[in-house]
């Protein structure tokens, strides 16, 4: 295996060092092999594949790991992996061998997921993007990364992160050297803190993979690498497992290439988890599939409304704003009426830091204790005395430390709360005043920055609604600015309106078709 990758890896050299070329679409067949292509390949492509003797889940995941071989460290150097799972291969076979015997194991049989690394995973350390924990093997599964087990999914590689996902601009932290680099310039960033998976899942590393959104981590790096990135409601996805940031505000969630296999992803890890007491409701809310909502004329007949205070902003990109205009002429060609403007009141007046209680400590020494007596570390404390951390966070590390007590007694938090109650009561008042199904904005309002960039503007618009008041939102490739620099098409909806969000977001998708893969990884 290990020589063929190498005489693959010439290949890639040669097209990476001839770039230029307009970006293709969707997985092709290699005429001159009969071989399965992988990149850009769905989860249904795959399937069909299988089912027509095609393609083996090993064939499957050899194939991933000869790309990933090919380009994350060489090559363009994304560098999104932290680890390969050395058993990926052995659990392909276990999967071919089930398929022989009776078929499919479940809706993710033999598709390789790559795992942002702050969910745990038994068999592989989690190291929230840290030294500190780069050693640290959890003793079980997250419920989100067990149910994708359980569903026959393959574990193929955990991503990187920014540390502690700390940062929605950029990927770096100090378990993996280096940033993470975007496959559609590789001069500039993936945004954060999943801006590991963004690049892989970009770059045909997987076939899909999960994401955290504590205020945009999610959305921001799909934008930022041309996916689809779906932030559900709170309550409807389980934080079992996952590293915490701050635990009222955190979902995971999947980032891939399409609506349908965001949605085929994120119908095995929706649902009640009695580890995690926040997902009570989902026994009620949750819908048996939403992949019943992936209908193309979704936007027939829909209302939309234009947050413009999202949209018109002085140091807006000109040109992402003439790519949001189009936008909003594609929804209606496809049938919904657009109105523009809505203003959500609250969004102006209620200030930015009283949007946020500051629990990190709280929840992640919570975390640390749940490792039991091995863990590397146990207290914000010790990892400042050890070091093991990118200058970067340092500050922030020690500004949580500085902060001691459950959330419950902080009066900072309590004021984030109910300004959280006060936004998530204004979007529904306007939802309701307009009778609207969905409200969209530019997911970010400035291209993806340079590396090293941390002056220039933003234009993170993920953390304005979503996060405070608990409702869901799905970011669709909206197209591009510059040379082939992505941007996404946020909609965002009341609570537990993610079946009819997708809708929105498939019926659009289908209409525009924007995906493309990365130029500086094309097929092997």
Not at 312 to 336: M, P, Y
């Amino acid at each position: 295996m290990r020589q063929r990758y190498v005489g693959l890896l010439v290949v890639v050299l040669l097209v990476v060092a001839c770039q230029g070329q307009e970006p293709g679409e969707g997985a092709v067949v290699d005429e001159s092999t009969g071989g399965f292509e992988v990149v850009e390949a769905t989860i249904a492509e795959i399937h069909q594949a299988m089912e027509a003797g095609e393609l083996t889940a090993r064939q499957l995941v050899e194939m991933y790991l000869a790309r990933i071989e090919a380009y994350d460290k060489q090559g363009p150097a994304f560098n999104s992996i932290v680890v390969v799972n050395p058993e990926a291969l052995a659990r392909a076979d276990e999967l071919d061998a089930a398929f022989r015997e009776s078929g499919f194991v479940g809706p993710l049989h033999g598709i390789p997921v790559i795992v942002k690394d702050n969910y745990d995973t038994y068999d592989l350390p989690t190291s929230a993007g840290s030294l500190a924990l780069a050693e640290s093997i959890p003793p079980d599964d997250a419920f989100q990364v067990e149910r994708i087990r359980a569903a026959g999914g393959i574990v193929i590689a955990k991503s990187n992160m920014a540390e502690w996902a700390f940062s929605p601009y950029e990927t770096v932290g100090s378990a993996l050297p280096g940033y993470s680099r975007n496959p559609y310039d590789t001069s500039r960033v993936t945004a954060g803190s999943s801006g590991g998976t963004g690049a892989a899942v970009a770059a045909s590393f997987g076939t899909v993979g999960l994401g955290t959104d504590t205020g945009n981590s999610i959305r921001g790096p799909s934008s930022h690498n041309l996916l689809v990135g779906i932030r559900s409601t709170m309550g409807l996805t389980s934080r079992d497992g996952i590293v915490p940031l701050y635990l009222d505000h955190d979902i995971g969630g999947p980032m891939c290439r399409s609506v349908a296999d965001a949605v085929a992803l994120f119908d095995v890890i929706a649902g009640h988890d009695a580890a995690d007491p926040v997902t009570e409701a989902a026994k009620e809310k949750k819908e048996g599939s939403y992949s019943a909502h992936l209908v193309a004329d979704g936007l027939a007949g829909a209302r939309i409304g234009v947050v413009r205070q999202l949209v018109d902003v002085e140091t807006a990109d000109q040109e992402i704003r003439k790519v949001f205009q189009q936008a909003l002429e594609d929804l209606r060609a496809a049938g919904a009426e657009v109105v523009d403007p809505i203003t959500v009141e609250e969004l102006d007046t209620i200030p930015q830091n009283e949007r946020w209680c500051p629990r990190f400590r709280y929840d992640l020494e919570n975390y640390l204790a749940s490792l039991g007596p091995n863990a590397p570390v146990k207290t914000i404390d010790d990892i400042l005395q050890s070091g093991q951390y990118h200058p970067s966070v340092e500050s922030g590390l020690r500004y949580f430390h500085g902060i001691e007590g459950a959330p419950e007694d902080s009066e900072v938090c309590r004021t984030a709360w109910a300004s959280g109650l006060n936004l998530a009561q204004g979007v529904r008042d306007v939802l309701a005043e307009h009778r609207l199904d969905a409200l969209v904005y530019p997911t970010w309002i400035n291209r993806p920055r340079l590396i090293g960039d941390l002056n220039t503007p933003a234009g993170d618009n993920s953390q304005d609604l979503s996060p405070h008041t608990g409702f869901p939102a799905i970011t669709v490739p909206m197209g591009f600015v510059g040379d082939h620099l992505p941007v996404g098409l946020s909609i965002l909806g009341d609570a537990w309106t993610e079946g009819r969000l997708i809708e929105l977001a498939y019926s659009y998708e289908q209409a525009t078709k924007h995906r493309k893969p990365p130029a500086s990884a094309p097929p092997l």
